[in-house]
């Protein structure tokens, strides 16, 4: 492999992406030339959304080739392009071979949810200490307990589990990997329903919750039904609101509402969009994600 590395302004990124793939790179990247100085600059956006902008004013461009004779032909080829005039070659080297699977793995340990309740690689020893544990690895689908919105909601589940409260009917929507899912069904809930708008990760979730030995029924988000004790969804800020009245519609008389992907500074913002169902509070926080969680006020 070698990997053609270029400097170019954000007003060129998309041509010279797209020049890049004809030209038969088998992987592009974009990244901050700036990063790691004072000139770094932050680009958020959220998933589903158009990116704010297409890179950053000046992006280094990272273009991988089976072979150097590749990457030189379009390195060469790039050079002659008149878009190519506010842009430079910065490098062109070998990519060492690695063992890209094992690199892979080694960057992701087992990872604690409380100190009995651990997500474990199926490559990695069960900790000691695990009295419970859900064995994931991470394939395309989101959800592999690295992330603090996931972690959050696994520990909401485990306390909930752990008081003898009943988890009930759950319902996870957005089920991603399916962790929430088989967590709930490790924590002693009744029957859970998991669906996601990604058929990929219905599948996923499917595989998963087989290989962790436990019943969870999958499918696409019309297969919520009806009211459920405990509806989890790990989504992001912006589709919780739009999804504020179908979600609580499915929380069942006393039943809970958990919601996470949503920064600290949005806590206002979904509180008004589900005022008009139910009354959100913040339950937990974790490097500036918060959980959120209502109960409805029905029931004994
Ligand atoms: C952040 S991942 C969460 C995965 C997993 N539940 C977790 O906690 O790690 C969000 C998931 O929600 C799904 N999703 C996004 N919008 C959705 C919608 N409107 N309805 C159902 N699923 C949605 C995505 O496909 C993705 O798998």
């Known amino acids: 492999m070698h990997e053609l590395s270029l400097l170019a302004p ?4 998309e041509a010279l ?9 088998l992987s592009i ?5 700036d990063a790691q100085t004072d000139a770094e600059q932050a680009l958020f956006g959220e998933p589903g959304l158009p990116p704010p902008r ?4 000046r992006s280094r461009v990272v273009a991988l080739f089976t072979a150097e004779a590749a990457a030189r032909d379009a390195s060469l080829l790039l050079q002659a392009q008149d878009f190519f005039a506010e842009c430079r070659v910065l490098a062109m080297a070998p990519v060492p071979d690695e063992d890209w699977v094992r690199l892979t793995q080694s960057q992701f340990a087992p990872v604690e949810v409380t100190p009995e309740f651990w997500i474990v690689p199926t490559w990695h020893e069960l900790p000691m200490q695990a009295r419970q ?3 994931l690895d991470p394939g395309l689908a989101f959800g592999t307990g690295t992330h603090p919105t996931t972690r959050m909601c696994l520990r909401w589940i485990a306390r909930q589990g752990g008081t003898g409260a009943a988890l009930g009917r759950v319902l996870d929507y957005g089920c991603g990997s399916g962790i ?4 709930a069904a490790k924590c002693g809930a009744a029957a859970v329903d998991a669906v996601d708008i990604d058929p990929a990760a219905v599948e996923t979730a499917v595989r998963n919750a087989q290989a962790n030995g436990v019943p969870i029924a999958a499918g696409p988000p019309e297969r919520a039904d009806g009211v459920y004790q405990t509806v989890l969804a790990n989504i992001l800020a912006t589709p919780l609101k739009v999804l504020a009245p179908l979600l609580c519609a499915h929380v069942a008389p006393g039943g809970h509402l958990v919601l996470a992907g949503i920064l600290e500074r949005q806590a206002d913002e979904l509180r008004d969009a589900y005022a008009p169902y139910l009354a959100l509070g913040v339950a937990d926080s ?3 994600w918060i959980l959120m969680t209502a109960t409805h006020p029905g029931g004994a």
């Open 29 to 33: 990247s974009v990244e901050d030339a």
């Open 54 to 57: 297409e890179g950053w004013q």
């Open 180 to 183: 929430l899912a088989i967590g």
């Open 17 to 25: 992406c797209d020049a890049l793939e004809a030209l038969g790179a």
């Open 133 to 135: 544990s859900i064995r």
């Open 286 to 288: 974790e490097d500036g």
């Open 10 to 13: 954000e007003e060129r990124i």
